[in-house]
């Protein structure tokens, strides 16, 4: 008796698949329960209160909400370079140097500039960021053939090391003393919730999925990403610009990892601190990852993400280590994936008399 | 060219067969691949397995191999069951197939890649050959440099070190997929020489091929599969080509149209003085200088490896020519003329991609096309190219799961829409079965015939003759021979196929 995984001739559908995605979250959780009793945490009570922290109450909401837009942002744009077979790992470089751009664009704006001018000019500048600064990985990768996983994976140190001798030297704000912080960005350029609540940022998530919807479901560009990324040699015998697609594929990328960053200082923190995201940019990988690259999985995906961040921190204020959640984080991860993963096969019994 | 071979002794039945399939049955979801499929092979024997594209020779063979589990049925092996789904046991228990693809590492030596299949265990490899392997090479008959890296080799060097690894590994039933379609008339015959020694003490090869001309010569026995059954099984002596294909297609006919007439048009292609250079650095196309005009059918023919691939994938636009002109009567932006490269998968087509989205490749920027991609136009236009040559599949599907024969369909269909001024194919018919062949042979005349200019690289030389108004002998990079169809004959093309390499 042998146990053989055996590829299947297609996809499972829909259904099939959330069931497989549902046990495997159902494993996780017995998994985490068990990891909390051994440590002499009640289950019942912490896994309580993680989600009291992500959904129990309407602030609560509200910050996954808001933590869920640069997850999402970074996510799409992942997912987007994908199709053209492009890894960027570089969504958190691109998120800082977007948020640098908006700063920038934010602190030498005249006080007098009307709301709308101001905020549009910020949050271009965090795209324009976003994208140039994944231009540096993309250029060579087109013309050259250098390794975008690499490149954009270095670029992200080097941006961070940029944002905190800026925050320390030139840009930092005299009145915040010794902390990391700018000088906040001038009144007309923040933008303010929408219907009163929820994060000014959130509707523009909504537009990128909707977005990469879009160019999946017909757009020349989006196929000739496709093409591109499955068989390079067949894209230039359909006289396809490979070189083409693959700089507006990666600055595309980097250009809603840059909108993230600048929704961050424009929406929330006024100003640019080195503190400006806890990894929005690697959380993309995971849930780009998890999502298949679909769209509104991506959605769904970002906000559950967020709601364990957010469940995460209210564990911290309930005294329960802050390594549990990270641990509880990974189990979670880990299940979903392998429950992603291999739905993909079915598994077969053989029996065999001669051995 | 050809030699005839003694007909092998007639098995006088009492031996045992060397390996059975009995009563195999393979399905991929609603598909029956293999139905209840039962055949003996029996030691000294060339068994021809015969059929044409998706009649389930390469599964029956991959369940023999241990890469498909069967649904249903036994594989014996000395009269003994086979463990089934494992290619380890079916290596151990001596069975070994050489697939169309060489699996060769190409950076390694001729030795290391045996080395590697038949003691990887040890630590420390050895350089040279063992005394067991020089042995095998001198029973078989093998002339191999067995130091020479395989990326130096030529195919038919390849095939013979594929061929040894095999053998080498143990193998008694040697399976060779379409074995011929990478060599010259003259590498075919040495093979088939190996062949014969490899036989001759018990072992026994399984043939698949299309060539009926090659199987009358080496094979034993003929397996005809259609359909996912066998539908034939006997003596392969006193039957002719004529009778083998019936077998094959069924009650199906299968004829070619009348070629083209020679009324010519305007001139569609000109090439001048081109040179383009191969793999080695070295020239593989030397001033080259021709024109193709409309309604005409060329066909450029030679022993392979004289420049004709190169020669249409830089018409094609694939590869770069380092000298000389190529002028197409179309304008300069991108290619609007139909071409078909010798390979589909990954330059043709898209292999990751579903079957409509490789339908529009290079058709996707002209109209009705534009910026976006209506879903209306994208499901009509597949539909059009499915059913140019009639492949049944669903459009959503991935391409690589099409047989060869649909692939070839799909291309084909694909740069013939829109009813192209030029058609230039590199090898349209390799691999293909008979009807498969001659539906494609028929849509290129049809185009020729409708004021088109054709030129297509071709190995088989009678296809060339009856369907080609024009035949271009290339030999050493230069074209040395160039004659419409009436004004020569085999023996003539031959002559100039084989001539000595000029300069």
Request: net charge positive; hydrophobic share 45%; aromatic share 6%.
């Given at each position: ?355 | ?460 030389l009678?296809?060339c003759l ?5 035949i ?9 021979l160039?004659r419409?169809t009436g004004q020569t004959n085999l023996d003539e093309i031959g002559r100039f ?7």
């Amino acid at each position: 008796m042998r146990v053989r995984l055996e590829p299947r001739l297609t996809d499972p559908s829909l259904p099939a698949y959330a069931l497989r995605v549902a046990l495997g979250i159902g494993l996780a959780l017995a998994l985490s329960a068990g990891l909390l009793a051994l440590s002499d945490h009640p289950p019942a009570s912490v896994l309580d209160s993680l989600l009291r922290g992500a959904f129990g109450s309407w602030t609560a909401v509200q910050s996954t909400l808001t933590k869920a837009v640069p997850i999402g942002l970074c996510a799409v744009g992942i997912a987007l370079a994908s199709r053209a077979n492009l890894t960027n790992i570089g969504a958190e470089g691109q998120f800082f140097f977007g948020a640098f751009a908006a700063t920038g664009v934010g602190l030498s704006l005249p006080e007098e500039t009307s709301h709308p001018v101001a905020v549009a000019l910020v949050l271009g500048a965090g795209v324009f960021g976003g994208a140039a600064w994944a231009a540096l990985a993309a250029i060579p990768r087109a013309l050259l053939g250098m390794s975008e996983i690499l490149t954009t994976l270095m670029l992200n140190y080097i941006c961070l090391l940029w944002i905190n001798f800026l925050v320390r030297g030139p840009w930092a704000d005299p009145l915040t003393f010794s902390f990391p912080y700018s000088p906040p960005i001038l009144d007309a350029g923040q933008l303010g919730p929408v219907s009163g609540a929820i994060q000014g940022g959130f509707p523009f998530l909504l537009i990128a999925i909707a977005l990469l919807a879009v160019i999946d479901a017909g757009t020349r560009w989006g196929y000739e990403l496709r093409v591109a990324g499955d068989a390079p040699e067949a894209a230039r015998y359909g006289g396809i610009n490979a070189a083409w697609i693959v700089i507006s594929g990666l600055c595309a990328s980097g250009a809603l990892a840059g909108l993230a960053g600048a929704i961050e200082i424009s929406a929330t923190t006024g100003r640019l601190q080195t503190g400006l995201s806890p990894g929005y940019g690697f959380m993309g990988v995971l849930v780009a990852w998890l999502a298949g690259g679909r769209p509104l999985p991506i959605l769904l995906v970002s906000i559950l993400y967020a709601g364990l961040l957010n469940g995460g921190f209210s564990l911290q204020i309930a005294h329960i280590p802050g390594a549990i959640s990270t641990i509880l984080q990974a189990t979670i991860l880990v299940c979903i994936l392998g429950a992603g993963s291999l739905a993909r096969y079915r598994i077969r019994l053989v029996r065999n008399a001669a051995a | 060219m050809n030699a005839t071979f003694p007909v092998p002794p007639q098995m006088n039945g009492i031996t045992a067969p060397l390996c059975s399939l009995v009563g195999v049955t393979k399905r991929f979801g609603k598909i029956v691949a293999n139905d209840d499929v039962t055949f003996s092979v029996m030691p000294g024997e060339v068994v021809a397995l015969l059929g044409e594209n998706g009649a389930g020779k390469s599964t029956a063979m991959n369940v023999l191999c241990g890469l498909y589990l069967p649904d249903a049925g036994t594989v014996e092996v000395d009269e003994r069951p086979l463990v089934l789904g494992s290619p380890a046991a079916s290596v151990a228990r001596g069975i070994g197939m050489v697939h169309q693809q060489f699996k060769l590492v190409l950076s390694l030596t001729a030795y290391e890649n045996v080395s590697l299949a038949v003691d990887r265990g040890r630590f420390w490899q050895r350089k040279r050959p063992s005394g067991e392997i020089e042995r095998l090479m001198a029973e078989v008959g093998f002339e191999l440099d067995m130091a020479k890296p395989v990326w130096r080799m030529s195919l038919a060097e390849r095939q013979q070190l594929e061929i040894l690894r095999v053998l080498a590994q143990g193998a008694r039933i040697l399976v060779l997929d379409e074995p011929t379609s990478v060599l010259s008339p003259l590498e075919s015959e040495r093979l088939f020489m190996l062949v014969r020694r490899i036989i001759a003490r018990d072992r026994a090869v399984i043939l698949i091929s299309h060539k009926l001309s090659e199987i009358r010569q080496v094979a034993s026995r003929l397996v005809v599969m259609r359909g996912g059954r066998v539908v034939f099984e006997g003596p392969a002596s006193g039957r002719t080509s004529e009778e083998i294909a019936g077998l094959i297609v069924g009650t199906r006919s299968v004829c070619v149209s009348p070629r083209p007439s020679s009324a010519k048009g305007p001139d569609r292609l000109t090439v001048e003085n081109l040179r383009v250079k191969g793999h080695s650095g070295r020239d593989s196309v030397r001033d080259v200088s021709f024109r193709v005009q409309g309604g005409e059918l060329v066909a450029v023919v030679g022993v392979a490896g004289n420049g004709q691939a190169e020669l249409l994938d830089a018409i094609g636009g694939q590869k770069a020519p380092s000298g000389g002109r190529i002028v197409t009567s179309d304008g300069r932006k991108g290619r609007r003329f139909a071409f078909v490269p010798a390979q589909h998968l990954g330059v043709a087509l898209a292999p990751g991609l579903s079957i409509e989205d490789n339908t529009l490749l290079g058709v996707h920027r002209r109209r009705p096309f534009s910026a976006w991609m209506a879903r209306r136009d994208v499901r009509r236009h597949c539909r059009t190219v499915q059913d140019m040559f009639g492949v049944a599949a669903e459009p959503g599907s991935p391409i690589r799961r099409l047989s060869g024969g649909n692939l070839q369909r799909i291309v084909l269909g694909r740069e013939l829409v829109g009813d192209p001024a030029l058609v230039v194919a590199s090898y349209p018919t390799r691999g293909l079965d008979i009807a498969a062949a001659a539906q494609i042979r028929n849509a290129l005349i049809a185009r020729a015939a409708a004021g088109a200019a054709v030129l297509m690289a071709s190995e088989e030389l009678e296809e060339c003759l009856t369907i080609a108004t024009r035949i271009l002998v290339m030999s050493g990079g230069r074209v040395v021979l160039d004659r419409e169809t009436g004004q020569t004959n085999l023996d003539e093309i031959g002559r100039f196929m084989t001539a000595a390499e000029a300069s």
